[in-house]
């Protein structure tokens, strides 16, 4: 294996992928991926949404700035989102409905002919985002590695970085191999920080937050698979069908370590529970449960950028839970940065302020 590279991406989740796919287009690009197949953490356990009112400022530029490429390429499958705000949540409802662009609100009767399951006397209001829709995920993190692959990049499974050393380039013990680059990228998930300690960079706070999700059944004998994705604006729980199920998170948001994660019992159990205070459905039986990690830092905005331009590490971190409806924007925004290259003018026209996802908004 050649062991001289332009840029060693760290981390083949779809950030990783994404970004690289790009890249190999003018470089020599290695992917190193601890696990053994790319997909294996956070980006293979989403809810696979496309929530374009979901998220802090550069992520709803971005995630505008992406649905060209999502409609191009047909991974997305409209399903209109409604959600409800009981009562004590007014606080969340009136900041939903200052900050949101294309959503109305709708009768909480004209709410239940989407949601048939909605309980009398759960809602006081109702609003629908109609601009949703269902991500392939599987098929854009693939068609992504395609694109990687079919450009001449290499990626590397079952090499965990362990040791990351400037010596005029960047020298990077991954598994039994050590590969060089002057450029290194950040892409690392829930690990972003501790690759970045690797590096000897200082910490930019990152926090893996452990979300749970449960599959149920659906009602039987209705035609549930239409439904749209419903929530309480408060973010307590959320449910969608997928795959002739019912997906229901309690939305939990645990502060932990990485690592390869997964549901908790307790915390599945209670948001099942606010589930049904909502809806006249008794859940029975649960047939299958995960766990996943969105990583955040303090601000809630994604890290993207070189360290110090000299030095050759970009961070491409923070995420949060929104990495998929914004990695096709984002990643072509971080391929231009990579290359110092301007920011693409179409996702700039979404309004995004590149200070607000820098890594040096941490600095002092
Ligand atoms: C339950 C849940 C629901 C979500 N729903 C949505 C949604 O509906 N829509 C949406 O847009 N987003 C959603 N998200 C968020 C989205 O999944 C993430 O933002 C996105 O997958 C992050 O991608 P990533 O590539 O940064 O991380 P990951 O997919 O975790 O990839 C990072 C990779 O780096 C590798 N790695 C780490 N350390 C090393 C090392 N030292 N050496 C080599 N490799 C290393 C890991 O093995 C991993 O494969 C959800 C997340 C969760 C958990």
């Given at each position: 294996m050649t062991k001289n590279f332009d840029i060693i991406?760290?981390?083949?989740?779809?950030a990783g992928t994404s970004v690289a796919a790009h890249l190999a287009e003018t470089h020599r690009v290695a992917i190193c991926e601890m696990e053994e197949r790319p997909g294996f953490h956070t980006t293979g356990r989403s809810a696979a949404a496309y929530e374009p009112n979901y998220g802090p400022p550069p992520i709803l530029a971005l995630t505008r700035a992406a649905l060209g490429h999502f409609q191009s390429g047909g991974y997305l499958t409209p399903r209109e989102t409604v959600f409800f705000a009981p009562e004590g949540q007014e606080a969340e409802f009136a900041h939903l409905m200052s900050i949101q662009k294309g959503m109305e609100e709708i009768s909480v009767a004209a709410a239940r002919t989407k949601f048939p399951l909605l309980r009398e006397g759960y809602a006081k209001h109702a609003v629908l985002d109609a601009g949703t829709a269902d991500i392939d995920v599987d098929l854009l993190h693939q068609t992504y590695l395609k694109?990687?692959?079919q450009r001449g990049g290499v990626l590397a499974c079952s090499s965990p970085v362990t040791a990351l050393e400037k010596n005029g380039v960047w020298k990077v013990r991954a598994g039994q191999e050590?590969?060089?680059a002057p450029i290194i990228v950040d892409a690392a998930g829930a690990w972003g920080d501790v690759v970045a300690g690797?590096?000897?960079k200082t910490a930019v706070g990152l926090q893996p937050k452990r979300r749970s999700m449960a599959v149920v059944p659906g009602p039987e004998g209705s035609d549930f698979?239409?439904?749209p994705l419903v929530g309480d604006v408060g973010e307590t729980w959320y449910c969608k069908p997928q795959s002739?199920?019912?997906?229901v998170s309690p939305a939990d948001a645990t502060p932990v370590d990485p690592h390869d994660a997964y549901a908790d019992d307790m915390t599945l159990a209670e948001g099942i529970d606010r589930f049904q205070n909502a809806v006249d459905y008794e859940v029975t039986r649960v047939e299958r449960t995960w766990g996943g990690l969105r990583s955040f830092v303090a601000d809630g905005?994604?890290?993207v950028g070189y360290?110090?331009?000299?030095?050759?590490?970009?961070?491409?971190i923070g995420q949060g839970g929104y990495g998929i409806q914004s990695s096709p924007a984002l990643s072509r925004l971080a391929a231009a940065l990579v290359r110092h290259e301007a920011p693409p003018s179409d996702i700039m026209d979404e309004g995004l302020v590149l200070g607000e996802i820098s890594p040096h908004r941490f600095a002092g």
């Open positions: 991406v760290i981390g083949a989740g779809i694109l990687f692959r050590t590969l060089n690797l590096a000897g698979m239409n439904w002739g199920k019912l997906l905005k994604p890290v360290d110090k331009a000299e030095d050759g590490f970009f961070w491409l």
